[in-house]
C-alpha cells in the first residue's frame, strides 16, 4: 500500500506538470480545431523548442524563462513558413496528404536533432533556484511551481488573444466558416500562416518548459505528440479551457499511476487512457464532428 | 461506385509487365548465389520493405486508412518467430522450439489475430483520429515488450539462431513476398477490392450503396498484418537478431511510408518501385548523405506529396504513356468508371 501522504504529493506534482501538458497540447488543438490539420511533427517541434532552451542556457548562461521566449519565436516563424511554403499546398487534397508531409517533417526534425546534439539526454535542472515549498509533510520543487505558472500564464494569454484581440475573433471566424470569414473580408490564407504560427511556438514554449523539468533526448517527440494528443482528446478540440483540464486530467493520472505500476509505465498510461477516451467517445470527449471533415 | 476497369490492370496490365516481373523475381532468386553477402542483405532488406509496401498500400492506398502502427505487427512478427526457433532465451520452454516456416507463420498468425481483436476498436475512429489511434497503439505495444524484459531482452535485445542458412531465408522471404503480392493483386482486382476502394473515396457514399464499411476495412486491415507479420517474422530469422527499440520502432513506419508514397499509393507497382527506390536510395544516400540520409529521405516524402503524389510510378506512367493508371486518388478515373 502506498502511503496517503505519497499519493497527495503525486497529485500535486501531477498537478503542476499537467499544467505544461496543457501548453504542450494547446498547439497541436488549436490547429486541429482551427485548420483540421493534426500536426504530427507537434513533439518534435517540442523537442526543438527544448533544445532552443537548452542551448541559450548551457552557451549564454540564459535564464529558462527567457528561452521559452526565444522558443515561442523560432517555432513560431517556423511553423509560418511550413504552412506558406509546404502546407498550403497540399491541404484540401484529402487527409492523407497533410499527414504524411507532417509525418515526414517530424522524421527531418529528430534526424536533424539526433546530427546537432547527439542521441544523449542533455542534462536537465537548467537552474531555476529557489527552495522546495514544503506544506506539511508535501514538499513541492520550485522549478515545477515556476513551470506551471509559466504554463497558466500561456494558456490564459493565448486565451485573452482569441477571445478579446481582432485578430482572435478572424480566428474564430476562419475555424466557423473559412467561406463566410472571406466574404467579410477576412484573409483566411494568412490566418492560416498565423494559426500554424501560434500553434507551433506553444510547442516550443512548451518543449522549454519540460526542458526545466526532464531529461530530453531527440527521440521524445512521438512521446510528446501522443501526450499532447491525448490532452486534446480529453480536453475537446479547439477548447483553451478543455485543454487545461485534459492537461491536469493526463499529469495527475499519469503521476499517480506511476507510483503504483512503476516508472516504466508513465508513457503506457496516458497512451492507454488516450486509447480509452477514443473508445468511449471516438471523436474525443468533447468533440462532435468526424476527423476527415 | 467504382467498377474495374479490366481484371488485368495495374503491374500486370500486359504479357510485358508479367514478363518484367518474372525476370526481376527471377534475378533476385540467384542474388545469394551469385552475389556477395553484402549484397545478399541489401536485397533482403529490399523485399522487406516491398512487403510491408505493398501491405499498408492494400489498407491505407487502396481502402483510405491511414495505419500508422503498421510497424507494431512487423514488430510483433519478429518477435513471434523469434520466440518459436530460439525459446530458452525468452525463458520460454524448450517444447516449442519451431523450424523457420512454422516460427514465421505464427508470426503471421498472432500479427492477425491481433489485427482482429484492435480493429473493431480503431475502426470505431476515422480520419485524423484513426491514424493517432493506430500509432498510439502501435507505441503501447512497444513500450509493453520494452518493459517485459525477460520476454524481450529489453534495451539490450536478443539474439536469434534457426536451423537455416541465410541463403535459404533469403529465398523463402523471397516466395512469401510473391505470394503477398499476388494475393494483394487478387484481392486488390475481387470484389473485396472494389468495396475497399468504394469506402477510400466516399465511406457514406460506400456504406449507402450497401457496402459494409467495418468488414471490408477489417478484412484489408487483417490481411494487411499478416503480411506485416511475415515480413518481421522472416527479418528476425535473417538478420537473427531482435529488440524492441529498434524492431518495434516507428522508423519502420517511417520507411513503409517513403516506399508507398516514392512508389505510388493506391497502385500495384508503386510499392514494388518503392522498394527498389528506397534500396536504392537508402544504401546510396548512407553512402553520400551518411547520418543526413534520413533527413534527405523525409525531404523526399514531402516534394514527392507535393509535387508527384502519384509518386513513381505514375510519373513512368505518364512518361510511357500508360493509360491504366489505376492511382485510386484520381477522380477522375473513378468518376469515368462509375459513370459506365
Known amino acids: 500500500m502506498v502511503a496517503t501522504d505519497l499519493v497527495v504529493q503525486s497529485l500535486l506534482n501531477g498537478l503542476l506538470l499537467g499544467g505544461i501538458y496543457a501548453v504542450a497540447a494547446l498547439g497541436l488543438s488549436l490547429v486541429f480545431g482551427i485548420m483540421d490539420i493534426v500536426n504530427l511533427a507537434h513533439g518534435h517541434m517540442l523537442m526543438v523548442g527544448a533544445y532552443v532552451a537548452i542551448t541559450l542556457f548551457t552557451a549564454f548562461g540564459l535564464t529558462p524563462i527567457v528561452g521559452m521566449v526565444v522558443a515561442f519565436v523560432v517555432l513560431f516563424v517556423l511553423g509560418m513558413a511550413l504552412q506558406r511554403v509546404v502546407l498550403k499546398r497540399v491541404v484540401g487534397e484529402g487527409m492523407e496528404q497533410p499527414i504524411i508531409v507532417l509525418f515526414g517533417l517530424a522524421l527531418m526534425l529528430q534526424s536533424i536533432g539526433r546530427i546537432v546534439v547527439g542521441s544523449d539526454a542533455q542534462a536537465t535542472d537548467i537552474g531555476i533556484p529557489g527552495n522546495p515549498v514544503s506544506i506539511g509533510e508535501i514538499t513541492l520543487s520550485f522549478p515545477r511551481l515556476v513551470t506551471f505558472v509559466l504554463s497558466l500564464a500561456l494558456i490564459l494569454g493565448t486565451w485573452a488573444f482569441l477571445k478579446y484581440t481582432t485578430t482572435g475573433l478572424a480566428i474564430r471566424a476562419t475555424a466557423q466558416n473559412n467561406a463566410a470569414a472571406q466574404y467579410m473580408g477576412i484573409d483566411t490564407a494568412n490566418i492560416y500562416v498565423l494559426t500554424l504560427g501560434i500553434g507551433t511556438g506553444l510547442a516550443g514554449a512548451a518543449g522549454a518548459l519540460l526542458s526545466m523539468l526532464f531529461p530530453i533526448t531527440p527521440f521524445v517527440g512521438w512521446s510528446y505528440l501522443l501526450k499532447a494528443f491525448a490532452v486534446v482528446v480529453l480536453g475537446g478540440v479547439g477548447s483553451v479551457p478543455g485543454t487545461l483540464i485534459g492537461g491536469l486530467i493526463l499529469g495527475v493520472s499519469e503521476n499517480v499511476g506511476v507510483l503504483y505500476l512503476g516508472g516504466g509505465f508513465r508513457d503506457i498510461i496516458s497512451f492507454t487512457i488516450f486509447v480509452l477516451v477514443l473508445l468511449v467517445r471516438p471523436h474525443g470527449l468533447f468533440g462532435n464532428s468526424g476527423g476527415g471533415e | ?340
Not at chain 2, 524484459?149 to 522471404?173: H, I, K
Request: charged share 10%.
Open chain 2, 1 to 340: 461506385m467504382v467498377s474495374l476497369t479490366g481484371p488485368f490492370e495495374g503491374l500486370f496490365g500486359d504479357r510485358r509487365r508479367v514478363g518484367l516481373f518474372v525476370v526481376a523475381v527471377l534475378a533476385l532468386a540467384v542474388v545469394p548465389y551469385t552475389t556477395t553477402r553484402f549484397v545478399t542483405n541489401i536485397f533482403f532488406n529490399g523485399l522487406v520493405f516491398v512487403l510491408l509496401g505493398v501491405s499498408w498500400n492494400l489498407i491505407a492506398g487502396y481502402t483510405g486508412q491511414i495505419s500508422l502502427g503498421h510497424h507494431a505487427f512487423f514488430g510483433l512478427g519478429a518477435f513471434v518467430s523469434a520466440w518459436l526457433t530460439t525459446p530458452m532465451r525468452a525463458g520460454l520452454p524448450e517444447s516449442i522450439q519451431s523450424p523457420v516456416l512454422v516460427a514465421v507463420a505464427a508470426a503471421a498468425i498472432v500479427a492477425g489475430l491481433l489485427a482482429l481483436v484492435l480493429g473493431p476498436i480503431l475502426f470505431r475512429l476515422t480520419g485524423h483520429y484513426f491514424a493517432i489511434g493506430t500509432l498510439a497503439v502501435a507505441a503501447i505495444i512497444q513500450l509493453v515488450l520494452l518493459d517485459q524484459r525477460q520476454f524481450s531482452g529489453g534495451a539490450t535485445g536478443y539474439y536469434v539462431s534457426n536451423e537455416l542458412e541465410p541463403d535459404v531465408v533469403f529465398l523463402l522471404m523471397l516466395v512469401a513476398t510473391v505470394a503477398c503480392i499476388l494475393v494483394t493483386y487478387a484481392i486488390v482486382n475481387s470484389r473485396a477490392g472494389l468495396g475497399m476502394r468504394a469506402i477510400h473515396d466516399d465511406e457514406d457514399a460506400a456504406s449507402s450503396l450497401g457496402i459494409n464499411p467495418l468488414r471490408y476495412k477489417m478484412f484489408a486491415f487483417i490481411v494487411a498484418s499478416m503480411m506485416a507479420g511475415i515480413a518481421g517474422g522472416f527479418y528476425a530469422q535473417f538478420w537473427l537478431y531482435v529488440n524492441p527499440d529498434s524492431t518495434l520502432a516507428v522508423s519502420w513506419m517511417v520507411d513503409t511510408l517513403v516506399v508507398v508514397v516514392l512508389g505510388g499509393m493506391g497502385s500495384m507497382a508503386g510499392p514494388l518501385l518503392g522498394g527498389a527506390l528506397f534500396v536504392a536510395l537508402d544504401e546510396g544516400l548512407r553512402q553520400i548523405a551518411g547520418e543526413f540520409a534520413p533527413v534527405i529521405e523525409g525531404a523526399l516524402i514531402i516534394t514527392f506529396i507535393i509535387y508527384a503524389p502519384g509518386g513513381l510510378y505514375k510519373l513512368l506512367a505518364d512518361r510511357f504513356g500508360d493509360a491504366e493508371s489505376p492511382a485510386v486518388d484520381e477522380d477522375a478515373t473513378t468518376d469515368q468508371s462509375g459513370a459506365e
